[in-house]
């Protein structure tokens, strides 16, 4: 990068808040895929001002400007393949104001997701969505992939809390949008515009998040089956019957055979898969009225062996247990893959049975969880990447399992986004006339396209 743009830079947010050596820009290059690319300087600002001014002087010089939270997204959506800038928003860590009568948190766009939730529940307020990668991912980052998580099911995605959002645009102006008002109707719905939108449309610096009250009583179950097929119609039989829990998660045998290798739980390794179910209210009757209510349906889809968690401490180790499964694959083989498709819940079944007949044609294994009560599927490739021969099957698995959810009515992403590794897909999954509306709204917000270019939409 110029000296001179240092330089600016420099004058602009600090010596510390530059970053230019070797080592540094190494540092940014990546996200949480194989993916990476050097970026000529990394911008730490500190306020939404600074933000502005960094990219007036990116517009000036039309540099490429990446934003980052904690580059935890799994679609290399913040890798800096065109060089340039990397904007990372981690030291706009502050929880500005908790409002405790409107229950609505306003935070900068750096501040980690799980620090927001503990910071909320001292007041016996709830923020719900619940990425499992709460602990290593931000708000901001979270609002620019709409992130989802094992909650959905009853409390809905990131996007179902935004109320409003600080905006910083292509050319620096500051756009304010949304408000603490729970209905707003007036215009078009620009807050829901930047949600989803990957660091191409504005860089988000701050937000206004809706809270609720945290619900008192929760019971967990751990649902056994000898036929995967029965797990997944279980999911149906559930939701059919009325009951919305709060959580609905499968794991294959694979995927319980690995957390066990790793934590040692106890989990039931002989089993085809199971299903981590769990009920949440603030009425305690209710709520065991509920998980009892979906024991008796698990038993009548298949279950083998319904356990409910009887105290905290089992109801933890059960959670421990299903968060663990992407670094507990890990251990099994040098790489994997993970994708997240989404289909029709009524499709559920299919998709696996399609999806283990991937693997079964390529001869590399697919383990399957997610979060099934939503449809949203994340199966894993486990393979060596040093094996050309393997990554050349895996990289056809993946097309075959988003043509699966395609086919099954369902669509490529149901929370890890586009970015760079599902472009080639997106015009089938959304077709010729959305993609046309779609690159112009880029148009119209990123001009010079200096704004995470080469993500999301194809060229
Ligand atoms: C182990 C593991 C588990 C995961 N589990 C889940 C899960 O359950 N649910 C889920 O949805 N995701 C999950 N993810 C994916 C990832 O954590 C989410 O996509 C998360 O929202 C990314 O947040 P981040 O702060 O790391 O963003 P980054 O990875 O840094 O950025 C992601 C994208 O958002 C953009 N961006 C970041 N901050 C801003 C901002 N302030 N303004 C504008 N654009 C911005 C970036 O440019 C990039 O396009 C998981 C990832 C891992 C590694």
Redesign the pocket.
């Known amino acids: 990068m110029d000296i001179k743009i240092i330089a600016e830079m420099e004058k602009l947010i600090g010596k510390a808040g530059v970053l230019s050596s070797e080592e540094d820009l190494a540092v940014y290059s990546y996200?949480?895929t194989f993916e990476e690319h050097t970026p000529d300087l990394v911008v730490l600002p500190e306020s939404t001002e600074q933000v502005s001014q960094v990219v007036k002087i990116a517009a000036k010089y039309r540099i490429p400007i990446?934003?980052?939270?904690?580059?935890?997204?799994?679609?290399a959506?913040?890798v800096p393949f065109s060089g340039g800038i990397v904007l990372c928003?981690t030291r706009m860590n502050h929880i500005l104001e908790i409002d405790l009568e409107n229950r609505v948190a306003h935070v900068e766009?750096?501040v980690v997701t799980a620090d927001l939730q503990t910071a909320v529940e001292k007041h016996g307020l709830f923020y719900p969505p619940?990425?499992?990668?709460i602990r290593?991912?931000?708000?901001?980052?979270?609002?620019?992939?709409?992130?989802?998580?094992?909650r959905c099911l009853k409390y809905g995605?990131?996007g179902d809390y935004v109320l409003g959002l600080t905006?910083v645009l292509a050319d620096g102006q500051i756009l304010k949008t949304g408000g603490k008002v729970i209905k707003d109707v007036v215009g078009y719905d620009l807050a829901a515009l930047?949600t989803g939108?990957?660091?191409?449309l504005?860089?988000?610096?701050e937000a206004l998040l809706r809270l609720t009250a945290k619900p008192k009583f929760a019971r967990t179950a751990l649902v056994e089956y000898d036929d995967l097929a029965d797990a997944s119609r279980t999911v149906n039989a559930i939701l059919s019957a009325g009951i919305v829990p709060a959580t609905m998660e499968l794991m294959d045998q694979t995927a319980i055979e690995c957390i066990e290798k790793a934590m040692q739980l106890g989990l039931p390794v002989e089993r085809a898969a199971v299903l981590l179910i769990e009920t949440d209210g603030s009425d305690e009757e209710m709520v065991n009225r509920e998980i009892e209510s979906i024991a008796e349906i698990c038993k009548k889809t298949g279950a083998q062996y319904v356990k409910v968690a009887n105290d905290e401490t089992d109801r933890v180790n059960l959670w421990k247990a299903r968060r663990s499964v992407?670094?507990a694959l890990a251990r099994l083989s040098p790489n994997k893959l993970g994708e997240?498709i989404t289909v029709p819940i009524q499709a559920i079944p299919e998709a696996v049975r399609r999806l283990k007949e991937i693997s079964a044609k390529y001869g590399l294994p697919i383990v399957i969880f997610g979060?099934a009560g939503d449809g949203n599927l994340h199966p894993n490739i486990l393979f060596d990447k040093r094996d050309p021969q393997q990554w050349a099957k895996v990289e056809k698995m993946v097309e075959e399992e988003f043509y699966v959810a395609l086919a099954l009515g369902g669509t490529l992403s149901?929370?890890?986004?586009v970015?760079k590794l599902k472009r080639p897909y997106i015009e089938k999954a959304l077709g010729s006339v959305s993609i046309g509306i779609q690159k112009g709204i880029k148009q119209v917000l990123d001009p010079l396209n200096i704004l995470?270019p080469g993500?999301v939409l194809p060229d």
């Open positions: 996200d949480g990446v934003t980052r939270g904690m580059a935890s997204g799994l679609a959506a913040s928003l766009a750096g619940d990425p499992s990668s290593h991912s931000t708000i901001g980052g979270n609002i620019a992939c709409n992130a989802g998580g094992p995605v990131t905006v930047f939108s990957e660091g191409t504005g860089i988000i610096t992407s670094p997240d979060h149901g929370e890890h986004g970015g995470n993500k």
